[in-house]
Structures are given as structure tokens and as C-alpha cells.
């Protein structure tokens, strides 16, 4: 009777021990091969497993040191388990039945217990670990006593070699923003299409919003005092639902627009109806400037600068930038000149300054 409890309490124990190094190991791999980005998205998103995993993250040393206890416990309990069974099948005591037994058992215990968990932690390290999280923070609780010393001692190194851990940025730089979107995109969070729109974003945010303006001489539009009619005749003439309006005799500084529809209510007027244009300086961010045309629900704006119109810019042409397709951004991104922005608002002032100064000279020659 004692030889076959001897036996079953050996197989029992190679099995917890397959187990737990399937356990371990995998999970080892499988925090190696964690996605940071992907975590964090789900911890934003309120995931509380995910919560658990990021702790783990902050902490890696503890980690890896609960899964070295671990893998040293399995292989203690594979090895007693051989002990066990080899005692009751064999009753020579020269040694040699175990290391036999020992060589044999090797393949079974690398096959079932590292090759075939890692392999599985490797293709899928998130869902993997997700589903152990409980079981091994129950484990990091339980070998705490055992692994906290490995725990001080992996932050004394750590300190002696000088590695600061930098945890997962809240604020990127550019070039961190750009390998973090393509990580994204590698990993399956982000679509062809929404990498390419932020690929545009990166590209447009930092260029200043005069470079996609209309200068103020080019833009047609009606003066604030015309009729109802006048506007309606240009908005059949330009097909635009939308019209801009300047102050009266003065061409260039555009105030208001006014949309064609408000227009067919009765007894409004265009004065009454019209939208006042948001202004914008002319080093302003393209990307701003079209969150707060969004924000003010605009669809035109104006660029201004020392008091003067240099341009207007149209919220659908911001918004075409940024859905264009084109080629991927590259490291570095190279910035724009200073010179070709200077070069557009010089330009826009000139055009600005010759219209008013023509405006002038008529309203004189009038008089």
C-alpha cells in the first residue's frame, strides 16, 4: 500500500511541477513581450486586470524575481516527484536509475513545461497574461517572503549601474510620438487609415496656419452692407453655400461670413445673420487653429497680424490636409525652414498693404 501512495504522490507531484513551470515560463516570456502602449490603453480604459499587470510593469524586478521562485519551486517539485517513483520502481541505490530517469524525463519537462508555453506567450503575450493575472499575483504574494530579497537585491544593482528606469511617457517628444504610432499600428490598435491621419497631424501640427491661407486680395466675397439679393446672385455665380464679407469700402478685411440658407427666412438680413470670423495670428499652429474653428463651429477664419487681414483660411482645407494620403513620416522629421514662413507673411502683408493703399486712392479720387 505504501509503495502505490509513494507512486501516486510522485506522479501528482511531476504534474504540479509540469504546471507550474508551464505557468512560470510562460509568463516570463510573455512579460517580455508585453506591449507597454497597448497596456496602457487598456489600463485608461478602466481595466482592472490590466491595472494588476501594470503594476508589474512599474515594478519589473518583481516580477521577475516571483517568476524565478516559481520556476525554482516546479523544478524542486519535478525532481522530488522522480525521486519518489524511481524509489518504488527500482530498489538499487548506486544513483545511476535516477540520472537515467532524469535524462528521460528532461524532454518530457522542456516540451510541456518551457517550449510549448512560451511559443504560446510569445504569439499572444497580453490575452495570455490577462487570464494568469490573478494566479501569479496570488503567487507574488505567497513567495514574497522568498523573493523580496531578490527584489532589494535587483534595485541595488540596478543602482550601482546607474539604470533609471523611465516609465511610459504621459507627454512624447515628436520622434517618441511617431515610433509609438507605428508600434501601434504594428500591433493592431490602429488602422491604415487612423495611421495616416496621424501621421498628418504630426506633419501639420507644427506648420503655421498662414501657409494654408487664402491672402486677403485672392478671396471673393460681398461687402457687409450688400443685400440680400447681391449675395444671393454671388453665391449663384461662386456656387458656395457660404459667403465672406468685408467692411464697407474696404476690400481686404474680411469680418463676417454668412450663410446662403439663413438667408431664405424672412426678414432676416444679411447683417443679422452673418458670423463673425474667429482671428488667428499668423505663426498659429495649423492644427489649433482648426480645433478652434471645430470649437466655435466656424468654417471660416482669419489671419491677422498688428491689427491687419493678411489672409482667411477655410476649415475644410485644414481638414483635407490632414485626410490626404501620402507617405509615411520618417525619422527624423525634418522641420520647415523659418525662412519660407517669414517669406509667406511678408508676401501677405505686401498683397494687405498695396489693397488698402488702393482702397484709399479710390475712395479719394471719389471724394
Not at 539604470?163 to 515610433?179: A, H, M
Amino acid at each position: 500500500m505504501i509503495p502505490a501512495l509513494t507512486m501516486f504522490a510522485g506522479i501528482i507531484l511531476f504534474l504540479i511541477g509540469v504546471r507550474l513551470s508551464f505557468f512560470f515560463s510562460g509568463s516570463e516570456t510573455g512579460f517580455y513581450r508585453l506591449s507597454p502602449l497597448q497596456l496602457a490603453i487598456r489600463v485608461h480604459q478602466g481595466d482592472r486586470v490590466a491595472q494588476s499587470l501594470q503594476k508589474f510593469v512599474n515594478h519589473p524586478e518583481r516580477f521577475v524575481a516571483t517568476a524565478l521562485v516559481g520556476n525554482n519551486v516546479a523544478n524542486y517539485l519535478v525532481t522530488v516527484a522522480i525521486g519518489l517513483v524511481m524509489s518504488v520502481l527500482v530498489t538499487d541505490s548506486s544513483g545511476a536509475a535516477e540520472v537515467i530517469s532524469t535524462v528521460v524525463v528532461t524532454p518530457v519537462v522542456f516540451v510541456f513545461g518551457e517550449l510549448i508555453p512560451k511559443s504560446l506567450f510569445y504569439l499572444a503575450p497580453l490575452s495570455q497574461l490577462r487570464a494568469n493575472a490573478r494566479w501569479f499575483s496570488f503567487s507574488y504574494v505567497v513567495s514574497l517572503p522568498l523573493s523580496y530579497p531578490l527584489i532589494l537585491l535587483s534595485r541595488f544593482i540596478a543602482k550601482l549601474g546607474n539604470s533609471d528606469r523611465q516609465p511610459l511617457e504621459t507627454v512624447l517628444s515628436r520622434t517618441r510620438l511617431v515610433s509609438v504610432l507605428e508600434e501601434g499600428h504594428r500591433e493592431g490598435l490602429l488602422t491604415e487609415l487612423q495611421s495616416q491621419l496621424a501621421d498628418n497631424i504630426i506633419q501639420v501640427a507644427r506648420h503655421p496656419v498662414s501657409l494654408s491661407m487664402i491672402p486677403a486680395l485672392g478671396v471673393q466675397g460681398a461687402p457687409e452692407n450688400a443685400s440680400r439679393e447681391e449675395i444671393l446672385a454671388l453665391a449663384r455665380r461662386l456656387q458656395n453655400p457660404r459667403i465672406l464679407l468685408h467692411l464697407p469700402g474696404q476690400p481686404g478685411q474680411w469680418c463676417r461670413y454668412v450663410r446662403v440658407a439663413d438667408l431664405f427666412e424672412k426678414g432676416k438680413s444679411p447683417r443679422s445673420v452673418a458670423v463673425a470670423l474667429p482671428q488667428f495670428a499668423s505663426d498659429a499652429p495649423k492644427l489649433e487653429v482648426l480645433s478652434e474653428l471645430v470649437r466655435q463651429y466656424s468654417n471660416y477664419g482669419v489671419v491677422v497680424e498688428e491689427g491687419r487681414v493678411l489672409g482667411v483660411v477655410s476649415r475644410r482645407t485644414l481638414l483635407a490636409q490632414l485626410q490626404r494620403s501620402g507617405p509615411r513620416t520618417q525619422l527624423p522629421v525634418e522641420p520647415i525652414p523659418p525662412d519660407k514662413v517669414a517669406a509667406s507673411i511678408r508676401q501677405a502683408r505686401d498683397v494687405v498693404k498695396s489693397t488698402s493703399q488702393d482702397a484709399g486712392q479710390q475712395s479719394k479720387d471719389k471724394s
